[in-house]
């Protein structure tokens, strides 16, 4: 492959070695293999859709909540920034946090939870493993191949976690599950650039929408450290602001303790090839026990305080029963679906059709899961 990542650490995902696209490609004049699967991503149908898919609030709710797509986008900055520090393939990192949320349901977790519930008889539903079915088989855009035709290394880092009845159907993806082996650096960053911004930025549209209080906040030690920092500095500073710059600033205490976490952790293992990330025991990409000890602190405080919210708690129940009645009428219905839809849904017995069902309701937006909810009841 064309354009090699000249610079980068010896152990550092490189395209000379990577294992290639699963159907072959002439390379490209201007960009890196890399470069052009995040390029592919973005120009996506799944990509632009996650503008109208949600974290936690249902969409319709307010237009200064997180959606899914600025998440991603928050995940791909701090992804690169670690990447970057440590000397890896930035390029590659990108891709993979841009791509990390394409197969998510419409309402965030409880759409997921609600779908996998309908899908238990027929394999299930697992975001991970549709947002490699996403960018694998249901993207139609080119003329030479299905899906999006990415790397090797792009769908690895795609594939976070994966049952071993799964792991067995993917075959050479499949396989460091089977064998307990690790993804290459880049992959383990952009898991736990994932985990930064949404513990942080939950915070912020928690307090937004007055979820949470700032008594409670600063109940959290990573909360009230900085919070304390920013006050005795800036003591007039309006709460709006005030809580930006505390949330800035916990971002910037997790990244940095996880560049240099990791740092020390590849000073003491030495590696001298991607083959030794990959055979370490553990992850190598980590934060220091202090830093993720506050750092689940803070997603157990979450999980109390805002997403079991009776506000919260009350939109999910409804995009539950939402995605529930969806699943029914189409499997009862599938000309319900279009054409492209119900056409496949026929081609096999009832596990097919669900899987269909399943990859329609997927990539639903949240304003379209209700549109279709209401025209159909």
Do not use: W
Not at 33 to 61: G, M, P
Not at 171 to 185: A, K, V, Y
Request: hydrophobic share 40%; aromatic share 8%; with cysteine.
């Amino acid at each position: 492959m064309a354009h090699d990542s000249s610079g980068l650490a010896p152990y550092a995902a490189s395209e000379s070695a990577s294992l290639g696209r699963r159907y072959p490609e002439p390379a490209t004049r201007y960009r890196s293999e890399f470069q052009r699967d995040r390029d592919r991503i973005v120009h996506s149908t799944a990509f632009r859709r996650l503008v109208y898919k949600t974290q936690v609030f249902v969409n319709h709710e307010g237009d200064m909540y997180r959606t899914r797509l600025t998440h991603s986008l928050e995940v791909a900055q701090i992804g690169r920034t670690v990447a970057r520090a440590l000397n890896l393939n930035e390029s590659l990192t990108e891709a993979i946090c841009l791509a990390h949320d394409l197969g998510h349901t419409p309402f965030g977790h409880a759409g997921q939870d609600a779908l996998n519930a309908c899908m238990r008889d027929f394999g299930g539903f697992e975001h991970n493993l549709q947002s490699l079915r996403v960018v694998d088989e249901l993207e139609a855009k080119y003329a030479d191949f299905p899906g999006l035709n990415l790397t090797f290394e792009t769908r690895e880092g795609i594939l976070k976690h994966c049952s071993a009845k799964n792991a067995r159907q993917l075959g050479e993806l499949g396989r460091r599950f089977l064998e307990r082996r690790q993804p290459g650096l880049e992959a383990q960053i952009a898991d736990l650039a994932d985990a930064i911004a949404y513990n942080n930025h939950d915070v912020d549209d928690g307090y937004r929408a007055n979820l949470l209080t700032l008594e409670q906040l600063r109940e959290q030690a990573m909360f009230a450290r900085e919070f304390d920092a920013v006050h005795s500095r800036y003591p007039d500073l309006e709460d709006r602001r005030l809580i930006y710059e505390v949330i800035r600033r916990m971002i910037n205490r997790v990244v940095t303790d996880l560049i240099e976490n990791t740092q020390a952790a590849i000073e003491r293992v030495r590696p001298e090839s991607i083959e030794d990330i990959r055979s370490q025991a553990v992850p190598l990409v980590a934060f220091t026990e202090a830093v993720l000890a506050e750092h689940g602190e803070l997603k157990s405080f979450l999980n109390r305080n805002m997403y079991r919210h009776t506000t919260v708690k009350r939109m999910t129940d409804k995009a539950r029963e939402m995605v529930r009645a969806l699943f029914g009428l189409y499997m009862d219905h599938p000309s319900q679906m279009p054409q492209e839809f119900s056409a496949r849904a026929g081609l096999g017995g009832m596990a097919v059709k669900a899987r269909v069902i399943a990859d329609y309701i997927a990539g639903m937006t949240d304003r379209f899961a209700i549109a279709e909810y209401e025209r159909l009841r």
